[in-house]
């Protein structure tokens, strides 16, 4: 066989088992969608280059019955290729009964639209730990890919899930934990796959869950999307699709689904007037590079987001920074958080950035920027510390004067409903009025193994993965190319 055949072909059967994007999807919360509803989300999900939908249900919550049958239906009406897999929530009402689960994987795995790998109907889990043995029997029923968020005994378990998508206090956000799960896996000498969170934010303040705390998002959304592409897991579950209460959803706002809001008590809705659309205009770039180590840029791209108000200007309600519930050390909001406007943008190549709060210009730099000779095309992020400024938001890149994109943005205030922060973001985007389709070179020839633009050195992160063989590609054709120089010279 000739080496460019070879490789191509070896390329091939690598891509098919590889890489896919998920969201988690609260079933709870669809109580009310129609099968217009459903569709909508779902062909918003292809738009942003996600392939399914994580499904996650909570034990003899009635909403199941009603959502799954309009889902799969929706998923085989919307145009393209979606897939929807079940996230068994064993926390909400407490454990599924093992019967029940093989049942119901049993009857969905047979629609077009349920999520398989490597033929098997994808499945995963949320908590329960205490039932890791019934997977045994729920495997052998109904032969699924099991990914579990906890290990089990041996052989239950196909992949494992992390859910630590949140950085420590005042820290960025790092991959100490994935590091932890990919060492794991690597141990237990069975060479799992491994399904790594991404989540853009989390303020959750519920009382009537006895939740009430925050992690920091600020730069999370840009830079978690690099550590995934350094580390590159087999598979990437968004945390989440719509779970409002929790402020990390990033499908549009539905008046009809904020149930979370009145069954957990409340202050107030922190959600409505907030949306969160903007930060899917990223995914198809970010997600294609995961997926496909190439991405295009059909046209120039700004996002924005930031809190409305600054952190001291009102009361925290209780909310703590980090949680004791987790058992983690506890901050005060304002050691964590930076009253900062933060902004990514999907450009051909360098440009310049501006930020007004009421008016007044303040100052905004880049802080990551491609790592590429030559045209510097790809994913820009930056920042602009809004100090005691308030007012309406304008984000500007232009270029040689002319402006590219612009969000005008809800206004900064020290206004506070019911005298409470409100911890969620907001979020903006715009796009370019000319096309550009401009082709980012392949990560792993041209930016992995590099020192970052960013705070983390990813030269350390990649040393660390590719250890674990989770830079595989390249490590991969050397060794390709060396078996047919041996071969045939
Ligand atoms: C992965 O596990 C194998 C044993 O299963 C071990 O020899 C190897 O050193 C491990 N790799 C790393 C990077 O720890
Ligand atoms: C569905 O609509 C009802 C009536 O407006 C509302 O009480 C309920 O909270 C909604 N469900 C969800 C999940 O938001």
New binding site residues.
Partial sequence: MKLVQLLLVCLLAYRVSGYAVFAHFMVTNSENYTLADWEEDISLALDASIDAFALNMAYEDSTNDKALPLAFEAAANVEGDFGLFFSFDYSGNGAWPKAVVAEMILEYSSYSAYYLHNSKPFVSTFEGPANAEDWKTIKEETDCFFAALEVGGGGIVDALFSWAAWPWGPRDMDTYTDASYL?YL??S?QALPYMMPVSPWFYTNLPGYEKNWLWRGDHIWHDRWLEAWYIRPEFIEIISWNDYGESHYIGPLRDNAMAAFEIGEAAYNYVTGMPHDGWRDLLPYVADTYKDDIATIATETLVAWYRLQPVAACGTGGTSANTASELQLEFTPAEVLTDMIFFSALLADTADVSVTVGGVSIDATWRNIPNEKGPQTGLYHGQAAFGSNTGEVVVTVSRDGSTIAQVVGEAISTSCTDGLANYNAWVGSAKASTAVNAVTPALLEDQVCVNGTGPNNFAGLCGFAC??GYCPLLVFFIFLLNFDLEQYH
């Fill in positions: 060492q690597n141990e000498g250890t674990y």
